[in-house]
Structure formats: C-alpha cells, structure tokens
C-alpha cells in the first residue's frame, strides 16, 4: 500500500466522494436559506440569541419566576385589588391629568366616597395658603382650596406612570409590587453573583441562589412585599433599587450609573440619601488597608477619584433637582418633602413639639427595633406580636453572625459604616413605622446587612448558620400570613 493510501484509507475516490457530499450539504442549505428568504434567517438569528440569552441568565429567570409565584400566592386575595393606600397610583394619575396636586373630588368618586369630609386613609399631606403667601398645614374643615399632596418620596409613582395611564386610578398596586419584589430579589442576586466575578467572597452560585432566596422569604422582605400598600411598596422597592446602585458603586466602577440608581433609590426612601457614603468611600478610600490615609493624605490618583465623584453626582443630578423643584412649588422650601403638613394625623403632636428628629423618639424606636419579643399565650398556645416593632435579631437571626465574622475583608468596614449612618436617622425618627410586624425600616440597609454575612466567610451548610436561616424563613412565613394591616383592617379581612 502506498503512503498516500495509509495516510487516506478511503483513497482518492473516498475522499472526492466527501468532497462531493459536502459540496451538494452546502448547495442544500443555500437552497433552504434561499428558499425561506431573509425574513426567516433573521427570525432564527432571534431566536437564537434568545436561546442564548435564557441559558445564560437561566439562574435569573428561575428566582423571578419562582419568588412571583410565591409571594402571589401569600398575597392571596390582596393580589387581585388594589391595596387600601394606593399613594403612588393617585400622584401618577395627579401627573397624566396635568397636575401637582391630587384631584381629591374625583378620587372620592373612584373609592365610592360622597363627600370629602375628610382625606381617603392616612398619611395626605394638605396644604392651605394662610393669606400671606405662606403655606401652612390644613386644621380643622376642608376647604375648597386646600391642595393636597402625597408627601411621600415619587418615584414608584413615576414607575408607575405608564400602567396608570392604561388602567388609570383602578392600578393593581399590590400586583405591581409583587413584580417590583421579583425583580428586586433578581437584582441581589445579580450583585451577589458581581461581587463573586470580583472575588469579594469566595462563594458559588448554589451559595449566591440560596442568599437571595433567603432575603425573599427569610426575611421582612416578605411580608412587606405582599401588602401593596404605599409605606411597604416603597420599601421593596428601595431594596431593588439599592442593588443595582451597589452593583454599579463597587470600585467606584460605574459613577454616573451609580449616581442614577442612588437617585433613584433615595427618591423611593429618603433615607437612603446616606447610603451615598458606600460610594465615597469606594471612590475615595478603596482599602483595603490605610482607609483613613486615603483620605487626609490622597496620593498622585486624587484627580480621577475626584472626577468619579464628580459623574456620581452628575448622574443624581437629574433627579435631585427636580425633586427638589417639586418640594418647592408643593410645599414652599426646596428640602421640605411634606410630611410637616400631615392632616389629621397620630403624629402631629409629637411634630409640632419635637420635630420631625430628635433623641425623644430614640427609646422607642430603639425598643422597636432590638427589644420587642414575639408575645406568647400558653393557654391556649398561641403567638402574636406588637404592631410597633420586634426584634432584628427575631426577624434576622443571621445577624450574630455579623457581630462574629470570619474574615473582615475589604468591604467589611464601608458596609458597616453604611448601615450605620442609613439606620441612626430612622432611630431618631417621630415614626417607628407603626402598624408593621418587625421593624420595617430595617429593609432600608437590609441588603447590606446581608452583603456582611456574604463576605463574613460563614459557610451556608454551617449548621448554626442553617438553624439561624430556618428560623428566619418561619419568622418571615408567620409574618406573611398573620401579619394584619391596614388592607385588612379597612376592609374587615
């Protein structure tokens, strides 16, 4: 046998014969692509990438799915009407008809009311021009030219805009935040999964599935996250919206993005204007060691973290001033955001004497927030709760674990200063968030609570770590279904 036929055993005539049979596959598939035309090939291209698309965020797409089934179900049958404080629908509706306040006579229409003796709920802030140009808060009758005014951070309601102007004041807002709670847990899980690519913490993506899982449903998350009601709607989405702005914080990476999400998640909860300090710091002392010389003693590099800091602010800026242009044609003082003008309001008192902060209110909300125990009866068994508050360490059990990390690496210490500088204001403020199962403003440095126990370096399979979890999920589960607020109450669920 010649060489040639031992490097080609199927000799010249097998291989022309391959040559052959490639050549008419190849005329085949032109004939097929010619034959379906260029409309077909770009309809496979789509459905393709989509193919693609799906498998690389399959993780994704399971937990949304997953947490919307879910916490619909708990939702039960507040998921299919609107919850009983619909703030953020009316304001939107307030914008599409041309307006900056609320049309109160049509918005007593729509909830079947006649008159309007007084506002729809609670928490309306009511503003009355007192002769002098000066706007003062409405007391006693209404009038016909008070103007009134969701006090409240807008823009869930500006999320909103597009489906209240198909279903106009009728929106679903507790379904609506169901879907804003989905995408809020798909929004942490993706920041888990940035700080893993990073090498921030050493965790795989079972650890980084099984954390967001546990924010969903082991945590106040929960039950704020089935209400629908406008002080619980905007926390979730103040979770959601913390994610992405940390997702885009880290390393200083992204500033102008960064500064628009931040923005975004201070004009949904006020008190995240101090979360704000994550990204200085990541800006302007990285670490991971020398944090404080960083900043009296910047080196060479001053230049470019000052224009980092400079697009952070540049992407808040949008936002930031309309808001405040809004306070100022609403309430008459570019930082004022309403809630001096409360009508008829629990917390009027304590306003007019002490402010809306002062160290008056820290006892209180100190008890809400760390003290308060779940109530037991033994005869018969039965467990109940106080509407002010209840423990973290009841609502959070993974938080010992905080206090105990295994490591303390680069972002132990900006997480830590961020949760503090976010949570001392609501300590000192008139308002322990009141009527609530645990202490609901703690959602607003939730994630980063959870952030310090994912590079804290404690193992999930830990079996301390398992017990604190497991008792978080019942914690959570038993404020799902007992929790009975102000939807209940109104309407004698």
Known sequence: MSRKSKANPLGTAGAEGKATGAAQATEAEAGAA??????????????????????AYRVELALFVVTYGVLASFSSQRFLRQSAAPHFVYQAKAWLDGRTDLDFETLYSAMGRNTPQHPILEDWACVRDDGAGRKERCEGDVRPTDRWYSSFPWFPALLMVPFVAVNGYQLNDTSFGVGAAALAIVAFYSLLRRLARDHEAERTFAENAALAV?????TLFFYCAIRGEVWFSAEVMGVGLTCLYLRNALGARRPLVAGLFYSMAVLTRAPLMFTGLFFVLECLAPGPSGRLAQLTAPGPDLKPRLRKLALFGLGAAPLAVSAALYNKVRFGAFAEFGHRFFYWNRVNADIDQFGLFSSKYLGRNLDAALFKLPQVSLNPLRFSY??????????????????VP???????????????VTALPGLFYQND????????????????????FFVGGWPLRNRWVLAASTLGVLVAFWGAVAFRGYTELVRSW
């Open 433 to 452: 968030g009141y009527m609530q199962f645990g202490f609901r403003f703690s959602l607003d440095y939730l994630p980063y609570l959870l952030l310090l």
């Open 214 to 218: 546990l924010l969903a449903f082991g």
């Open 406 to 420: 295994k490591r303390r690496p680069r972002l132990h210490w900006p997480l830590w200063a961020t949760v503090a």
């Open 34 to 55: 010619e034959s379906t035309g260029p409309g077909a090939r770009v309809a496979g291209s789509a459905w393709a990438a989509v193919r693609i698309w799906t498998q």
């Open 386 to 403: 106080d509407p002010h508050g209840m423990s973290l360490l009841v609502t959070l059990p993974l938080l010992v674990f905080l206090l």
